[in-house]
């Protein structure tokens, strides 16, 4: 039986129309000039300029999260290499420009750094501060000339074109900026691209789909101050004298207005903004403080009202309109699970019955309460087992230490005789465990398509130097994951989805994506966090048989689960927790007759059996 | 030990509840998060003076219930009355200004202010007078440990101490009606027997309870009448007493 | 930021290094007073509302020019000055609150941005109502300076240190010991526990950020005398504040005092030292700094672990 199914719509490659449409763009693009006079042609330079640092600020900030406010000091570090190396330093243009970009990317390295230790408003704070300082040095380093600047920067050299023209320019300008926002959408769908907009939908899922979120960081603070130095070397080649003013924080407001106005998620929507508000401010020069007034108004209506900016409108009249026409949204249908390969554990490199993770007296606290308090348990390869207990027993501590997302205070966890305890979430994760929360933890602005192929993508982030040498060596490992991810989408009966957002979804289909995303990093372990919160009967059942056919293709499943019905059908061993401890383990009929099981999830009858009167008050201590 | 002082001598239209007589009236309340249903429909009373209990397995519908009569998160059907007045018009910061009292799962102490800050802040609602510091005093005296750590910052405290502070601030406004939401979560056995003692003396001074729990012994020695909920629905519900001894009760919590 | 030499002439000798010391501590201490006030601010609406608020250097800048329009164009005496300028930026603080409002407790990131917008518009409104080219307020305490050991401390910067000094006092004692305060730091500890008790949430914010601004008004109002008001003159004052907060912890009064006192000095030392590049020594001392400890000298966490 064949199990490549035809790709889904959401998955294959852009189509004629937008192809066709791409071209006429880029034929007006190339005959505007002809249109233009000395003035309009200037702004014109000016905004290609503009666009292009939006689109390294679109990169860092709408595609990776990170908050960005010195892609200023990234265009100022541009344009002064290129100005000092070329005047004082007698250097040839593209010489200069070279080395100014390799200033820039040690730049971004700089304001990088920061980032893997804080985010948000720290951030934020940071790096505007290293903008300033920035605008410190050269408004008083001699070697920048202060505020007089530097003038006679040369005109690019270029087969005897004449490039001080800046209807010449233009074209210079628009080659760069065509081919940084063809890379820039190619990294945007492509994994690495995928797995920042993950990083920034939820750090904690992506990092436990094997993420590396540090590495992922840096990548895109160097990649904007690339963009940012293009631009600087652009502008001192275009007009031939910089000084401090060019670069200051108000200019640097007025660059995150555009990529806000415009639309920072999408790389278009920066492009468009840098555009609109570069001809805005121009025509408003004489005018600049109501045109200040303006855009920081047209900010604060955009953050409160319409947050994806500009390009995001026509989307919100789409959803308007559906909801006017009262459609409750799509017609596609959840189709059939089907089962996936039998393969014994074997097939993983595991023993079936033999121990595949081993949790020894693990011991973890948060301010004064122990959550997990010497917990000891042994989940064997092959088996379904069933972790229950009452409401803050410790289920969700102890995934949450063994995925990695805390360090224990104190006990080991090892992982077929490896030890893990301590390792960071995305490593836990390649090492083959993955899971679900229970709070479900989907990556909201990612189609269900794009949410699979972050987790079928388990390369190490260090993979991605083929951007830059190797490209199609990416084209052609993208294809292979959407052809893997379509084979799995379609075995989850979700194929129909592929191209929606999760948020639009009911609520049984995000769970059932979340479980086919875990199953997607071809894990040996998976720990299911609650799979049946939410579910009706029906759902239950075919979650039932679900997870027995994950367990048959290889996997090793351990589940948190409230619902006794499901848990004593399903599981073939029980481990019951209470206030951090182990108080039972067993098979499911033993289990739900212990007393000691009645007593934690009952409660102690009131009335004083003599048992009670013997059992220690252990339970003091955990006041 | 006193505890009177704690609860109002009236109920919020000047009498022991109006309208039919009861205090609260939930009629098919059904709470949604998404597309997901918390509460199926939920329909019962409390009548003035009565303990009324909520049971059933993580994930019934129990909190939520809960917290959708506090107002802390929106109806998708039913209504809510409280005496003979509409809940679904009053903000969920005016339910004590009614006489409804809140102590949250998971306690929800002012964790950076004092024991005294907290207390005093349950009493937002009224003047800061010799009234309220009555009102201090008489908690402190239910709850002695309290009085020793007054000083102490909330976030220091044990967790059963943080509950008895969680309490002792919702009694801080007097209320007619005290909604507890599983005071007995993650308390040692000792703990929990002293929280039960606690509320059946409220109980007993005439102050109404609806205590969400999942313990259901805890509720059964609490309250007087009880519902068990199952998937956001009524699966059972009688007195206390009877349902004690239903088997149904186990097997709906440990699935035998 | 211009920051003049403190030296005009001294006689020579091993006094002057101590001299020299003592005197840039003293310009140190005096505009770190400055600084705290504004870290003052920044601290309290982000322990209150969890907002930090980019638009305080520009209510800074409006705070300054109102002050300086009471004093000097309608003649009012600088101390009825200051509160007035006070209360007109406090109701300004109320507007942004009000707008932004749906954004709280939601999106940070936006809510973030949303204040920058809101600080630009504030900056515009300066420049067209009272023009770009910025003026001198004169010193409302025309005596001489005082002369401790051979160290000239203008009388002027001793109202500021003292003015600051009694807005910390106020402040804790509002927060300590009044209902309302109370009710705003409950706010931020747990906002649901707080609706619950009673408080609106909404209302204890809106006046969280009116006293914000009202705090940044009054450092601007104080700081005009010592620096040149301009439309710009919040931008660095705000920035320096902020790191002033974070430095001392964001959300710890304390902490907002001992950093505007820390920047200013450091800043001081910096200008003497290393002359126009006080900023950048500010900055990357700063950065560094935040790097080892994000928690600040009192403060809280935030720090990622993926």
Known sequence: MSRSPSLPAALRAPQAARAGGLVLLAVAAWLLPYQLNVYWISVADIAILFALLAVGMGLVMGVAGQVNLAQIAFFGVGAYTTAILTTRDGYGFWTAAVLAMIATALAGVVVGTPALRVQSHYLGIVTLGLAVAFIDWITNAPVTNGDSGISGIPAPPLLGINLSSQYLYYYLELIVLAGGLAFGLFIVHTPLGRRMRAMRDDPLAASAAATEIRPLRMIAFVLASVYGGAAGVLYAGMIGYIAPETFSIADMFLLLAMVIIGGRRSLAGCVIGAVVLTVVQQQLINLAAYAQLGYGLVVVAVVVFAPAGLVGIPGRFRSLYRRWRGSTGTSAVLEPFRPLPVAPAAAAGVTPGEPLLEVSHLVRRFRGVTALDDISLTVRAGEILGIVGPNGSGKTTLFNVISGFYRPHGGAITLNGRPVSG????????????????????????????????????????????????????????????????????????????????????????????????????????????????????????????????????????????????????????????????????????????????????????????????????????? | MRTRGLTRDTGPTGNHGGGDGQLLSVSELAVRYGGVSAVRSVSFTVAPGQAVGLIGANGAGKTSTLRALMGLVPRAAGSVWFGDRDLAKVPARDMVRLGIGYVPEGRHVFPGLTVEKNLLLGAYARRWDGATRDTLSTVYELFPVLAEMRGRLAGALSGGQQQMLAIGRALMARPVLLLLDEPSMGLSPRLV???????????????????????????????????????????????????????????????? | MERSSPLASLPSGDDEAVQSFFQTLVSGLSFGAVYALVALGFSLVYRTMGLVNFAHGAVLTIGAYVASTFYLSARLPFAVAVPAAMAVTAAIGLVIERVLRPLENKDFDLMLIGTIG????????????????????????????????????????????????????????FLQRTKRGAAMQAVAMDHEAATAVGIHVGRSNAISFAIGAALAALAGALVGPMLYVSPTMGDSLGIDGFAAAILGGFGSIPGAIVGGLGIGVIGAFAAQSFQGYSDLVTFVVFTVLVMIRPTGIFGERTVNRA
């Open chain 1, 423 to 623: 390792m960071r979430p995305s490593q836990v994760s390649r090492l083959g465990v993955a899971r679900t929360f229970q709070h479900l933890r989907l990556f909201g602005n990612l189609t269900v398509a794009d949410n699979m192929l972050v987790s079928l993508d388990r390369t190490r982030t260090w993979w991605s130097w083929r951007y830059l040498c190797w490209p199609f060596g990416i084209w052609r490992y993208d294809r292979a994951l959407k052809r893997r991810a379509a084979e799995l989408l379609a075995d989850f009966g979700l194929a129909q989805f592929a191209g929606m957002l999760p948020g639009t979804l009911p609520y049984g289909i995000q769970r059932r994506l979340e479980l086919a995303r875990a199953i997607a990093g071809a894990p040996r372990l998976l720990l299911l966090d609650e799979p049946a919160a939410g579910l009706n009967g029906e759902e239950r059942a075919q979650l039932a048989m679900i997870v027995r056919s994950i367990r048959d293709s290889g996997v090793t499943v351990v589940l948190i689960e409230h619902n006794m019905g499901l848990v004593m059908s399903l599981c073939e061993r029980i481990v019951v927790l209470d206030s951090g401890l182990v108080i039972a383990e067993g098979l499911p009929a033993q289990v739900s007759s212990d007393p000691a099981v009645l007593e934690a999830y009952l409660g102690k009858s009131a009335v004083p059996s003599p048992r009670a009167s013997e059992a220690p008050q252990a339970s003091e201590a955990s006041q």
């Open chain 2, 193 to 256: 027997e002293i929280i039960g003692e606690t509320l059946r003396r409220l109980r007993d001074e005439g102050l109404s309870l609806l205590l969400v729990e999942q313990n259901a012994m805890l509720t059964f020695e609490t309250t007087t009448d009880c519902l068990v909920l199952e998937n956001g629905e009524i699966a059972l519900s009688g007195p206390a007493a009877e349902l004690s001894r239903n088997s149904r009760v186990r097997s709906i919590y440990i699935g035998v």
């Open chain 3, 118 to 173: 809101a600080g630009t518009v504030l900056e515009a409104a300066a420049i067209l109502i009272w023009s770009s080219s910025g003026r001198g307020v004169s010193s409302p305490v025309q005596t001489t300076p005082f002369d401790v050991g051979g160290v000239r401390i203008p009388a002027y910067n001793v109202v500021v240190i003292a003015v600051t000094a009694v807005a910390m006092a106020a402040l804790t004692l």
